[in-house]
C-alpha cells in the first residue's frame, strides 16, 4: 500500500491566518506539547480571517501544515478517520473550520529495513519507508511521532479524490 504526508496548497487555495497574534503562539505549542510530549493542554477558540490567495479549498492551510478542514470536508472524510482524530473548532465570519488533532501517535517504522538518518531529539529524517502492518492496521491517518508529520492511507487520498475536496497535495512517502 502507498502512504502520503497531506500538505495544505497554500500557492494555490486560501489559507487562515489568526487574528490575535498570541494564538499563534498558542496554537503552534498545544501541537507541540501534543505531538512530540504527549501532554494534554484544553483547547481555546481561535478567532481567524481567510487569507486570499486564489481559491476556496476543503483544507486550507494554516500554521505549520496541521490539518483544517472545512465543514463540508469533515462531514465527508469523517467515517474513515473518526476514531483517530479530535476536532478543534475554529472561529471565522465566512465559514466553519476545524483543525484536525490526530490522536492515533504511532511510531510504525520498521528500523531494521528502513534508510533513515537520526535527527534532533529524537527525531529522524526518513530516506525509505517500511512500515510494521500491525501497528498501522485499519488507520487511515495517523502521526508519525519520530518523523514527526501526519501519514494518510491510499484509501483516504482516494476518497478525497473521488469526493473532489480541494486544496490538498499528496506527497508519496519513498516505500521499500
Known sequence: MNWYRPIPDADTYDGLVCINKGDAAFFSNLMKDHYRHQKKTEWRN?????DIVGQAGDFPSFIGHHLVCTKRAWQLIQP???NSVELLPLTCREAQYFVIKINDLVDPLDYSKS???DGFGGLIKVKSYVFNDEIIKNKHMFWFSRGYLTV?????KTFVEDHHLKSL???QLQML
Open 115 to 117: 534508510i533513515y538518518e
Open 80 to 82: 474513515i478517520i473518526t
Open 169 to 171: 497535495i499528496f506527497r
Open 152 to 156: 494518510v492511507s491510499e484509501t483516504f
Open 46 to 50: 481561535i478567532p481567524v480571517n481567510i
